[in-house]
């Protein structure tokens, strides 16, 4: 069937094979994050979520937490990332890295170009899969304000 010439042709629109992070996760407007699957567990009241998250060079994902484990792979670049009670790390591309339940932590990339990771969380079903915290949470204990006995 031809176009008649007073039609314009609408420009054609690319979708990604996996759908994007739902709306209801806050780091998703600081970073490219694609959900590659999301399944039941045998766990129950749980569910497992796959994502792919690119960080661009200089960029913060920002504290956050999840409601659950995160289990993460880095394919790709170099990101700093920082785990509330643990050291400081760089982890490098072909490494890995696990993040426990609720605990604040953050991802910085290095650089030089866009860090790649593959996390897979193992949630509550029906929670956002991050909330920004803003900070780390300093436990009294370590912020002096513990009593002294």
């Excluded at 609408?10 to 806050?26: I, L, Q, Y």
């Excluded at 593959?118 to 204990?141: D, F, H, I, K, R």
């Amino acid at each position: 069937m031809a176009v008649p010439d007073s039609v314009t042709p609408r420009p054609s629109t690319v979708v990604s094979a996996a759908p994007v992070m739902r709306a209801g996760d806050e780091l998703a407007a600081r970073l490219t994050r694609t959900e590659v699957q999301r399944s039941p567990s045998s766990v129950p009241g749980r569910e497992f979520v796959q994502v792919l998250t690119e960080i661009p060079r200089g960029v913060e994902s920002g504290w956050h937490t999840h409601p659950g484990e995160e289990v993460g792979y880095l394919i790709g670049g170099t990101v700093e990332l920082c785990v509330e009670g643990q050291p400081t790390r760089t982890v490098r591309a072909g490494e890995g890295f696990l993040v426990p339940p609720h605990t604040p932590h953050n991802a910085r990339d290095l650089g030089p170009g866009t860090g790649r990771m593959v996390s897979t969380y193992l949630v509550e079903v029906g929670q956002p899969l991050s909330v920004l915290t803003g900070g780390p949470v300093v436990p009294a204990s370590r912020a002096g304000l513990a009593g002294a006995g």
